[in-house]
């Protein structure tokens, strides 16, 4: 079972960037999809972007663009880039892990995932 731990989440103004860092172990990262999600306030889990353990890509189109995932398997980190934030982007972010032997797997569905980190708050705010 992958444990994971996030960090890099903060107060930043609108237009700024964060880098999200999402440290796996347990396991071994290359054997599985990564995905990131995030929660506001009142509002339902939003799966937001996910890479494939083959590093196949996907987004959500609210983040394409902005947002950037990639991997370092050798680091055990997955990271997510976020550039020109918004207000709207004010959540709790979270990446999750699942185990998969298809190497282009991914999904946006955070029920499939099984292994979820504790959180990282991302405050964006003048």
């Known amino acids: 079972q992958l444990q994971l731990v996030e960090s890099g989440g903060g107060l930043v103004q609108p237009g700024g960037s964060l880098r999200l860092s999402c440290v796996a172990s347990?396991?071994?990262?290359?054997?599985?999809?990564i995905g990131w999600f995030r929660q506001a306030p009142g509002k339902a889990r939003e799966g937001l972007s996910c890479?494939?353990?083959?590093?196949?890509?996907t987004y959500v189109d609210s983040v394409k663009g902005r947002f950037s995932i990639s991997r370092d398997n050798a680091k055990t980190t997955v990271y997510l880039q976020m550039n020109n934030l918004s207000l709207e982007d004010t959540a709790v972010y979270y990446c999750?892990?699942?185990?998969?032997?298809?190497?282009?797997?991914?999904?946006?569905?955070?029920?499939?995932?099984?292994?979820w980190g504790q959180g990282t708050q991302v405050t964006v705010s003048s």
């Open positions: 890479i494939s353990s083959g590093g196949g890509i």
């Open positions: 999750a892990a699942r185990h998969s032997s298809i190497r282009n797997w991914c999904s946006k569905t955070g029920t499939l995932f099984g292994s």
């Open positions: 347990g396991s071994t990262l290359a054997f599985y999809a």
